[in-house]
């Protein structure tokens, strides 16, 4: 199976006060063309930063990403990213939104007709045809979420990169953004890379998942592959013994081996954003509660993730 | 379409619910809130003025109360309508003269029209400081918007700016003319001067101290600018003047339209201030001329000027804040 993203010896150091900070230690993953792989683990360890240097927003300080043979050193359209908080333009319409993708992608290429129909399908794909001229102050959260999926898409992208997608929607949301996406999936059959800290959602929505150790020095602890039959229904898979194997196979690793103790604990996110349901097995549950404690280390990690992410 | 799904301002809102006949023992204690107490204040207000100025005997007279400054404000408007008629009256006559004496020799050339040169009236000079102000609010703009969003962009150029403006941005106007009337006198000295130098050296003024508001607030509202809209921009691969014009621009609209609006409410005082020292024809020269002039009505006079300058201030922050409104997307920006 040859790899369409290669991940090599990826390592990287942020400048602190107190001198460096080794974020990542060693970080090496292949992935290969129409895979679905979720990264999973406790808040801090380094997920978003493995995504923001596939993305090209951070650049490793060892090592580095080959996408398609070409070594990944800046952003581009062909990594799309979908964040965590939406991120529309709130000037402009959900239609305008994809739009300035779309020109951007594909100026020169699509006629103005073809760009307009393109605009019309993704927004289609992700439900949105009812309120595709609505500005995101006057749609929900899900569909903000929805509208930038569509705008992700839009770039048609070599891999789809997604930062804790639904991280901030309530669990009924989320259900049935999941589903749009698996949806999706099926009919695009994109690459995509996706952080979560939902346990449910990586078994449901995943090929494989990357299960990553504390930092700091985080790397990939153990790749877990699930192999369900597509298409998954999550109400027969609620009683399946194999889903509920890879489940805990997750859990256990989350919660056994990598149990985070006070001292190491560090709760980047805000407490607002865990909205995970009470049926769903959550990482980011036990971080906010931990993070309170943990306030000498994510001191110190906090402004180092934004100044770096930014 | 029915009343009820009439648009009314909000003002009316309860009139046309007392129309309707919608719970009107409610909308009546509303009428009172939002039309009756403003009106409470006002009569207040008058009365206390009456009372007041009653007691105060200046060297021109005693202070005018509202009545007397009523009866100014009708003199002035009249003075407005007699000066025009003469100036039309003389252009008349002139005219007239040309016609006769083309008829009495028709190879004359006819002479050339005099302009008419009466003194401006009160409307004149609210007319003439609305000009000023509004040159000088525009050319602060100009400055004040693009130098905000570079100085938003690049750290190291607020760094180097920052400075600067804090010192510049305290000091008044008045600190500022001398300077500014000196150095158009040594440098603007063109035989055939588009603009009078007394109205460049107010416009000027006026664009020193306008100048920051805008400058700051332009500055603040792009280094806001969300980081996640910052990495969309990236990930587009947007250029430089694309991510300025797609992305910087349209989300600090909000705050550059508050910063203009606090930059046009100091360009009117400031304007009023300049006119007086310079003695730029406005509402300031008015206020002044009256002043030197001491006849009886000169207070009640300066008073319509000193009402004047606020009705217009409030009728330029109200226009502001309209195109706010209709400009910026974030609905939700403070805008009272």
Redesign the interface.
Known sequence: MAALLDITGVSIEFKTDKGPFKALDNVNLKIAEGEYVSLIGHSGCGKSTVLNIVAGLLQATTGGVVLEGKEVNEPGPERAVVFQNHSLLPWLTAYQNVELAVKQVFRGQKSRAEMKEWIEYNLHLVHMDHAMHKRPDEISGGMKQRVGIARALAMQPKVLLMDEPFGALDALTRAHLQDSLMEIQRELNNTVIMITHDVDEAVLLSDRIVMMTNGPAATIGEILSIELDRPRDRLALADDPQYNHYRHEVLRFLYEKQRKTDDSSAGRKPPSTNTSAATTASVADEDSAKSVTAESVSAVVTPLHKKHVA | MAISQLQVPSWLEPFARLLRGDRPGEQIVKVLRHVGLPLLGMALFLMLWQSGAAHVNTSLGQLPGPAQVWEQAGNLKDEHFAEREKAVAFYQRQEARNAERMAENPDAKPRPIRGYTGKPTFLDQIGTSLKTVMSGFVLASLIAIPLGIAIGLSGALYSAVNPLVQVFKPVSPLAWLPLVTIVVAAVYTSPEPMFAKSYVVSVLTVMLCSLWPTLINTAVGVTSV???????S?????TWL?HIR??VL??S?PMIFTGLRLSLGTAWMVLIAAEMLAQNPGLGKFVWDEFQNGSSQSLGRIMVAVLTIGLIGYVLDRCMLGLQRWVS???NAITR
């Open positions: 969300s980081t996640d809209l910052n990495n969309v990236k990930v587009l691969r947007l694309e797609k992305i349209p989300a609209v997307w974030d609905k």
